[in-house]
């Protein structure tokens, strides 16, 4: 990557407007399409502005009909464009699994190789912000359990900026995962800063004794638990995948192969999650050079829950975080 | 021979390929050959056949699990379909998708959807990007009454009558969803009445009346190519066979089903042809022969198939994975 020599002040929020914007701009066969993304400029502002300058053919509010607006999407990809399909969270893309996964991610397969599905969706995940239990879950980790699709879970303002057009270019299905604590996340960003790759995970924080392994929602946490757990002498290093589907196992080999010690963090659930995948990955390919378990710090085994002090028990955080860290490295081999 | 006669016969022809497509199919499972399921259309066939004179080549088709019928009428070779069915990757989609799973992109023919009511969005997607493109195209989209019940219908309704998108809604209305009479699933059994409550041209069509099929489909289709937005065709029809190969059929009489097959839409057009312009004494027999030999040549081909390495199982899963 080059050193920018100019930086923007920008939030996450507007790295992917700006995204949506240059994408509008680049490819005529692009228009975005979900629930308030025009009149109301977006549930989250993230689409704030767009109607006035692409107007409601390319930038279409939907009546609350998510699976007819993603199968929309699915039919209109068939058809030559390359749709963005906004789903307001993740709690209600159910009302749409029908087409996500028995069309999108199937379609191609099921051909003969004769259908791909160039469709983008982009939705809000994640707890943290008292929306409770049907605004609130981690269900990446479920979607990427389906073959035929690819899960992106942007945590940086780099990724929120430039994962978008490499996705549209992507000839099959995409989801890509916002966390919704992350969308008033400021920082700076290049202005000329645009594609990445979607296929690699980051190492975000260089460090020797234990990998964290994370993404999306807890790569700013598990950040801040390395730099507590640095002024304890413990150098952390904090793995970003960026993609869950395909999974960067290289990376995470790579990295636990070095430290040796390996904590997953996932705001999904435990039993059958991502994090499940990961640590399987971990002891079927590099059992030997562990000098502990791989260990997983994940949500509670409950639905989100409304009350602060309940929700902020429910999800990983900075202090757990650490613990778990400083726990592993206890396990010694 | 003149222009209708012609005309006619073309229609006998092709209902006459569906039927005795499905029925060499039904000797075939039992033979082992096909299996997994399989849903015959036989009863059915004007329905396909009326629906597809309307369109053209440009025209995109969506169809339900129940769709040998539409993709011979559509001009699917009776030969990729055959092969399908064995799972053989000269099939028209690979092998991968059996009976149940019919593509052919070449044709526009997107399936072969068996999820009742997952093709009605895909439906409107294809018309969406016809319309921003701005191409004078019509997507006929066929499902059954079952689907009616479905969120996906009123979804997929709503959406393409508020977007004025040019989809040719097809609802093949035979009167049962597997074995659940239409009576007993819906509040309202007038599915034309329902559909015209999305602001949309709906009509009620005899569906065993091949002739009154197509003037119905030309009709909605003209008007869809001139901008006049989506079209709902209630089918009446009924299904002589089982669901599929596994149904005991409790759920209906045989004096039921024998009275339906009076209205066999084969012998139907047979007996116009006749009153209004006169049958040759050889033409059914000429065109059963045109058919017998499709379909030897379609099992012939089919069975000297070849079937996809195992190695490529995983395949197309993306379009990387080639």
């Given at each position: 990557m080059t050193v920018p020599t100019v930086t923007e002040k920008t939030t996450y929020r507007d790295a992917i407007r700006a995204a949506m914007r240059e994408a509008l701009q680049r490819d005529e066969r692009v228009f975005l399409m979900g629930e308030d993304v025009g009149s109301y400029g977006?549930?989250?502002?993230?689409?704030?502005?767009l109607l006035a300058e692409f107007g409601p053919e390319r930038i279409r509010d939907t009546p609350l009909s998510e699976s007819a607006f993603v199968g929309a999407g699915i039919g209109a990809a068939l058809g030559g464009m390359r749709p963005i399909v906004e789903i307001m969270t993740v709690n209600f893309s159910l009302l749409a699994l029908d087409q996500i996964m028995?069309?999108?991610?199937?379609l191609l397969h099921m051909s003969g190789g004769q259908l791909n599905v160039p469709l983008v969706i982009r939705m809000t995940t994640g707890a943290g912000?008292?929306?409770?239990a049907q605004h609130s879950h981690s269900l990446e980790g479920w979607f990427a359990h389906i073959p035929g699709l690819r899960i992106l879970v942007p945590a940086t303002l780099e990724d929120a900026r430039g994962m978008l057009w490499p996705a549209l270019e992507d000839p099959d299905p995409v989801l890509i995962f916002e966390h919704g604590?992350?969308?008033?996340t400021s920082g700076t960003l290049a202005p000329d800063s645009g594609a990445v790759d979607i296929d690699r995970a980051a190492v975000r924080r260089a460090g020797s004794d234990v990998s964290v392994i994370t993404y999306g929602g807890t790569l700013t946490k598990s950040l801040e638990a390395a730099e507590i757990l640095a002024t304890e002498g413990v150098e952390v290093e904090v793995i970003d995948?960026?993609?869950?589907?395909?999974?960067?196992t290289n990376a995470i080999l790579e990295s636990v192969g070095r430290t040796r010690r390996a904590v997953v963090v996932d705001?999904?659930?435990?039993?059958?999650?991502i994090s499940a995948e990961i640590s399987a990955r971990i002891t079927e390919r590099a059992f030997y050079e562990l000098d502990a378990p791989v260990s997983r710090l994940c949500t509670a085994e409950a639905p989100i829950p409304y009350a602060k002090h309940l929700e902020d028990a429910a999800l990983p955080q900075v202090e757990t975080i650490a613990a778990a860290v400083r726990e592993v490295l206890r396990a010694d081999g | 021979m003149t222009h209708d006669e012609a005309h006619d016969l073309h229609l006998l022809h092709e209902m006459l390929r569906i039927r005795r497509f499905e029925e060499r199919c039904v000797e075939l499972y039992s033979a082992t050959k096909i299996r997994g399921f399989l849903h015959l259309y036989i009863g059915e066939e004007a329905v396909a056949v009326g629906v597809m004179?309307?369109?053209?080549?440009e025209d995109a088709v969506v169809a339900t699990y129940r769709e040998h019928g539409h993709a011979l009428a559509r001009g699917v070779p009776a030969r990729s379909i055959m092969a399908e069915m064995f799972g053989?990757?000269?099939?028209?989609?690979h092998g991968r998708g059996g009976s149940m799973h019919l593509f052919d992109a070449s044709r526009r023919f997107y399936g072969g959807n068996?999820?009742?009511?997952?093709?009605l969005p895909v439906a409107v997607g294809l018309a969406l990007a016809d319309a921003m493109q701005q191409r004078p195209r019509a997507t006929a989209c066929f499902f059954g009454?079952?689907?009616?019940?479905?969120g996906e219908f009123h979804e997929s309704m709503n959406l393409a009558a508020l977007w004025n998108l040019p989809v040719l809604f097809c609802c093949?209305?035979?009167?049962?969803a597997m074995g659940t009479a239409l009576t007993r699933s819906?509040?309202?059994?007038d599915i034309a009445l329902k559909a015209a409550s999305f602001e949309m041209p709906a009509w009620s069509v005899d569906g065993m009346d091949v002739g009154a099929v197509e003037r119905a489909a030309g009709r909605a289709v003209d008007a869809i190519r001139s901008g006049g937005g989506p079209h709902f065709l209630e089918l009446r029809t009924y299904r002589?066979?089982?669901?599929?190969?596994?149904?005991?059929?409790?759920?209906?009489t045989k004096d039921e089903v024998e009275l339906w097959k009076e209205r066999d839409p084969i012998e139907a057009l047979i007996g116009e042809i006749r009153d209004r312009q006169?049958?040759?004494?050889?033409a059914r027999d000429d065109l059963e022969a045109l058919v017998v030999a499709e379909i030897d040549d379609a099992v012939a081909f089919a069975e000297s198939g070849t079937e996809e390495p195992v190695a490529d199982l995983t395949r197309f899963v993306t379009s990387r994975s080639t």
């Open positions: 977006g549930c989250f502002a993230v689409s704030k502005g028995n069309n999108a991610a199937t912000r008292q929306l409770a604590t992350l969308y008033n995948l960026r993609t869950l589907r395909p999974l960067d705001e999904g659930w435990r039993s059958g999650g | 004179q309307a369109l053209g080549p053989k990757v000269e099939g028209c989609s068996a999820i009742v009511g997952g093709g009454e079952g689907a009616v019940a479905e093949e209305n035979n009167l049962y819906e509040s309202e059994t002589f066979r089982a669901h599929s190969m596994y149904d005991p059929e409790l759920y209906r006169g049958f040759e004494p050889n």
